[in-house]
Nanobody, 127 residues
Framework: QVQLVESGGGLVQAGGSLRLSCAAS????????MGWFRQAPGKEREFVAV????????YYADFVQGRFTISRDKAKNMAYLQMNSLKSNDTAVYYC????????????????????WGQGTQVTVSS
């Protein structure tokens, strides 16, 4: 049984920063990638960022525009999302997810690519 637990969300003013963490437990062998998604009220869940677990290659949604950085610590089985220059429209529940594929053609950015999900952490950006 895999568990992903996010932390680090909260209330921040526009222009501020937050660092989200995702702790994985229960399954220690390698995965293809870790990703972050978000879901704002009344909107569909959307892709934010992904990092390949072995190589550390990263890919971001266009709206990130250099403000967010995804990283991982393989030894600690952790993934992170550093968010800077936050805007009010970044307000959402942020979810981390694990892609367990052994190989993949292309970058996993669809929710269906990810087999495990955390419960989410609320990020609220006040303007």
């Amino acid at each position: 049984q895999v568990q992903l637990v996010e932390s680090g969300g909260g209330l921040v003013q526009a222009g501020g920063s937050l660092r989200l963490s995702c702790a994985a437990s229960g399954r220690t062998f390698s995965r293809y990638a870790m990703g972050w998604f978000r879901q704002a009220p009344g909107k569909e869940r959307e892709f934010v960022a992904v990092i390949s677990w072995i190589g550390g290659d990263t890919y971001y949604a266009d709206f990130v525009q250099g403000r967010f950085t995804i990283s991982r610590d393989k030894a600690k089985n952790m993934a992170y999302l550093q968010m800077n220059s936050l805007k009010s429209n970044d307000t959402a529940v942020y979810y981390c997810a694990a892609d367990w594929a052994t190989r993949r053609l292309g970058v996993p950015t669809r929710a269906a690519d990810f087999g495990s999900w955390g419960q989410g952490t609320q990020v609220t950006v006040s303007s």
